[in-house]
């Protein structure tokens, strides 16, 4: 699954229902269609910025990484995710290799340094013992420590920033309210 692009692609009768009434009416299907990505790709974001699945579960949070927050530490998914729309479609999709991993989880995978010698990071429990001096005596304190590893087979859990089957109803009542907003200004123009 790693390295397909993943997109996002409606499923809902009402919406289809709607679509075709306004497809019906002659109205400019690009802008109504560049209007339904913009407004996905924005819940889109807010998906992963509250850090939730598109049907409100959250996302598992990260194991090795102290203080990062799921598909958002650098930016770089979400960046890369955009929209593209014409008179036939509006697609909402992103091209990052490691999109369909986050999307629907992997067991198993490896990851491999790529810009160092080794990967680094800390598993909880996995201590070093350094010596704390006073005047006194030599105590010895227990500090996390990081492992090094070329490579390591992980596990990551499915964090979905895109709906799989039919669209919430948040998501699906936002894109009804901008089909009917075409509809009103076709019966009206």
Known sequence: MSGEPVSLEI????VMASLSRLYETG????????????GLLSRVQLTMKNGVSPY????????????GRPLI???????????????????????????????FGAVDRVITARNA????????????????????AVRWKAVDA????KSVKVTIPARPFFPAGDLPDTWRDDVLAIIHNHLAGAANG
């Open 11 to 14: 499923k809902s009768e009402a």
């Open 27 to 38: 109205a400019d299907m690009t802008q109504v269609h560049e209007d339904i990505a913009a």
């Open 56 to 67: 409100g579960v959250p996302y598992k949070p990260l194991k090795y990484r102290k203080g």
């Open 73 to 103: 530490d650098s930016g770089d998914l979400k960046d890369s995710i955009n929209w593209q729309a014409d008179k036939n479609r509006a697609v909402v999709s992103t091209k990052k290799e490691y999109a369909t991993t986050h999307q």
């Open 117 to 136: 010698k080794a990967l680094r990071f800390f598993i909880p429990g996995h201590f070093r013992y350094v010596p704390v001096i006073n005047t006194r």
């Open 146 to 149: 990081p492992i090094f590893a």
